[in-house]
């Protein structure tokens, strides 16, 4: 009657559920083997191993990933350690943002299905906003025909990587005023978790999709399509401070962005990205870099990364990079290769130079004959792509954000990559 009482304490409903779980198998003389942990609804890519089973009876683990917290032997211990509150938006506000303004750290703020005509601003809360049901049936978006100069998403309180958005689309945030930067998400000195997102018809100055200064997010899963800017129109990645600062994305599909400037897919300048397992195509600009610009200082690091489809009318279409700045870029598959030696691949280690073969028609999955299958290095990619799918398949990590699926070697069941089908 104990566990009872202390399971009432709690806020969190699913904890409860789990809890009520735990115990009646326990009483029932049953062993708690296989016991699933709470997950809020979807996988968070590489970010979250998913849930949790349980050991045993004497060694059971309740994990929220989302919350980051593990309980040993919740049935007798540190119970009040998971009494941070979930927030269900629109039951328990009307408003994503009124329910980040009641959240403290630790919270956890569910989005059922809608659009959500707003822009929220974490506030420098260690709390994850995530939907219930991932980014095809949840959007936060702006007016589209009104140029309200405030990023949809904004990260400018010193966020770190436990303020986490999970699983929105964000779209028609639309900046262009002085001080005002990024259309969709806008990150400034911080350095949240960004999965499972759709960022998609957003317009900035620098960075359409997604503005970073001085900021090293990670970003992962991702779609990011679509989006303009005068630099970066997919992404902006820029840090004067003196640092470098240094966002990684994995696993991204970035396409169709415009920029007049600089970066059709990704600007960077002064920092120093990881790239990881990211398909950039179909990115253009009328200035430099229509895949990427490295410049001022930049230095990011690419791999297993496919640049293919991206036009510039500064030549090169795929790589832009200054005299002041560099690119490390391996195991990767770039359009045009070495603009100083035409038929070789791009400078750097098990670079390719042949068509990835996409399954077309706006689907960047790689077809079964794609020369990227098994061109990837293992070392740092990671466990999972886009889709869910389990890296590597085959006989090794494909290049781009889609790793190949081989029948009997299955990934997640939520895939947001192929909800668009
Ligand atoms: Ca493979
Ligand atoms: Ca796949």
């Not at 809360?125 to 949809?152: L, M, Q, Y």
Request: with cysteine; charged share 15%; glycine share 14%.
């Amino acid at each position: 009657m104990e566990k009872a009482r202390m399971a009432v304490k709690l806020v969190n409903l699913q904890l409860v559920a789990v809890l009520v779980a735990v115990f009646v198998t326990v009483m029932s003389g049953g062993v708690a083997l296989g016991l699933e942990c709470m997950d809020c609804h979807v996988s968070s890519g590489i970010t979250t191993a998913g849930a949790e089973k349980c050991a045993g009876v004497d060694d059971q683990k309740v994990h929220n990933v989302f919350l980051g917290k593990t309980v040993d032997n919740a049935s007798s211990v540190g119970l009040d350690q998971l009494s941070s509150t979930t927030y269900y938006v629109p039951d328990n506000f009307d408003t994503i943002q009124e329910a980040i303004d009641a959240a403290t750290d630790g919270d956890e703020i569910i989005v059922g299905d809608g659009t959500y005509p707003e822009h929220i601003n974490f506030l420098g809360k260690k709390i994850t906003v995530c939907s219930e049901h991932g980014p095809f049936r949840t959007t936060i978006s702006g007016d589209p025909e009104v140029v309200e100069n405030i990023a949809i998403v904004t990260f400018w309180k010193s966020e770190g990587a436990d303020s986490m958005l999970d699983g929105f689309t964000i779209t028609n945030g639309i900046t262009n005023g002085i001080g005002f930067f990024g259309g969709g998400i806008s990150c400034n000195a911080s350095e949240p978790t960004i999965s499972n997102c759709i960022i998609t018809g957003n317009t900035g100055g620098f960075g359409g999709g997604i503005y970073c200064y001085a900021s090293e997010p990670t970003i992962s899963n991702c779609i990011i399509t679509g989006n303009t800017a005068g630099f970066g129109g997919g992404i902006f990645l820029c840090d004067w401070t003196g640092g470098v600062a240094a966002a990684t994305i994995i696993n991204c599909l970035i396409t169709d962005n415009e920029s007049s400037e600089a970066g059709g897919g990704i600007y960077c300048g002064g920092t120093a990205p990881t790239i990881i397992n990211c398909t950039i195509s179909d990115n253009s600009t009328t200035g430099f870099g229509g895949g990427i610009r490295s410049s001022v200082y930049a230095f990011p690091k690419v791999f297993n990364t496919i640049l293919w489809g991206n036009t510039a009318d500064g030549n090169p279409d795929e790589i832009s990079v200054s005299e002041d700045a560099s690119i490390d870029i391996t195991y990767s598959d770039i359009q045009g290769g070495d603009p100083d030696n035409p038929g070789s691949p791009y400078p750097g280690t098990d670079n390719i130079l042949c068509d990835p073969a996409f399954v077309g028609n706006g689907d960047y999955h790689l077809t079964e004959s794609s020369c990227c299958i098994d061109a990837g290095t293992d070392v740092g990619a990671p466990d999972y792509d886009i889709d869910g799918d389990i890296r590597p398949q085959g006989d090794g990590y494909d290049m781009g954000a889609d790793e190949v699926f081989v029948p009997g070697k299955h990934g997640k069941p939520w895939r947001l990559y192929q909800k668009m089908e």
